[in-house]
């Protein structure tokens, strides 16, 4: 049926206008059983001449009408987990493909919120808007620019990886390319809206020190210890699934930050202060992250923040730089 609809009015048209509509028609539901598009006329943004071309007044309804976003899920671990629990707006965010290497993790979470467990990876790419990925650096570098070259979207949660600059650029190139986005949430710090604006002018220096549980680390010590003094390059190579605050710190201040990791046995959660100094002033945070029940190497308020940057998407306005 969508297909026939597209085809029906891009008849004709240009290529540019074809893309359009095709990108347009992509956000339709169709419904098998009831063989109907799952789209009404409420709240829509027609003009009202009758001398508007059929095919542009489409796409105006199709881009104005407040439209659900089909999410699929690579890695469903402490952050998938708590997205599926969490997130509300669900008439808006549908979030119904699951892959994990652990299949049984895929299964738990696709009974839990009604959703597809896929085999192959690639099997969910073309059913989606939208592949959230919570699994692992490897998993970005191997995965993620096969989805920017279909054209989706992506949120990458495993953000060290992107401090590889070969891979990131290739990434960049792709979306500039097919027109895909690369969302990076804020994760478990405060001030990123800052740190990205004063990059405008001129940033000196970015400090981040994070001080951990034990637990966090699989470690059993009784007194402090410092584990890592240096660039967040390395640091997100020796601690790959721990500091993927220090890659976005870096992505946002365009600086390979310099870090310090302490494992504290006073703590019983992740603690992260930044510094940051530049020709705008100075900002200092300190952010206690709880950790999440099924991980205690994920914050919570990371998994809060890729559900928030998700809600974003679905909304007719943006707050924040």
């Known amino acids: 049926m969508k297909q026939l609809l597209y085809e029906n009015f891009s008849s004709g048209q240009t290529q540019e206008i074809k893309d359009m509509l095709q990108k347009a028609f992509s956000k339709i539901i169709y419904d098998d059983s009831t063989q109907t598009l799952q789209i009404t006329m409420d709240n829509c943004n027609l003009c009202n001449s009758h001398f508007i071309d059929k095919y542009i007044i ?17 890695g469903c671990g402490a952050i998938a987990n708590v997205l599926i629990h969490k997130i509300e707006n669900k008439d808006e965010i549908i979030v119904k493909y699951f892959y994990d290497r652990d299949i049984e993790k895929a299964e738990n979470l696709a009974r839990t919120s009604n959703g597809t467990v896929v085999l192959d990876f690639h099997e969910m790419i073309d059913g989606v808007d ?11 570098k191997e995965l993620v620019p096969e989805v920017l070259k279909k054209g989706k979207d992506v949120i990458v949660m495993s953000v060290g990886a992107l401090l590889d600059k070969d891979l990131w650029n290739e990434m960049k190139t792709i979306s500039k390319k097919t027109g895909a986005k690369i969302h990076i949430p804020s994760g478990a710090i405060a001030g990123l809206d800052a740190i990205k604006a004063g990059s405008v ?20 010590i009784t007194k402090e210890e410092v584990l890592f003094v ?3 390059s390395e640091a997100v190579k020796k601690f790959p699934l721990n500091i ?16 310090k990791i302490l494992v504290d046995p006073k703590v019983d959660r992740n603690i992260h202060q930044v510094l940051v100094e530049g020709d705008f002033g100075r900002v200092v945070t300190e952010t206690e992250n709880l950790p999440c029940e099924s991980n205690p190497k994920t914050s919570i308020l990371a998994a809060y923040s890729a559900i928030q940057l998700l809600n974003s998407l679905t909304k007719p306005f943006n707050l924040g730089t």
Do not use: H, W, Y
């Open 201 to 220: 002018g001129e940033i000196k220096k970015v400090l981040l020190t994070t001080r951990k549980s034990p637990s966090s680390l699989g470690k059993d």
């Open 130 to 140: 939208l592949i959230l990925e919570s699994a692992s650096q490897s998993s970005v």
């Open 230 to 232: 240096g660039k967040a």
């Open 58 to 74: 489409i796409i105006n309804f199709l881009f104005d009408l407040v439209i659900c976003m089909i999410v699929g899920i690579l």
């Open 244 to 259: 993927n605050v220090a890659a976005t710190l870096s992505i946002a201040s365009n600086l390979d930050i310099d870090v």
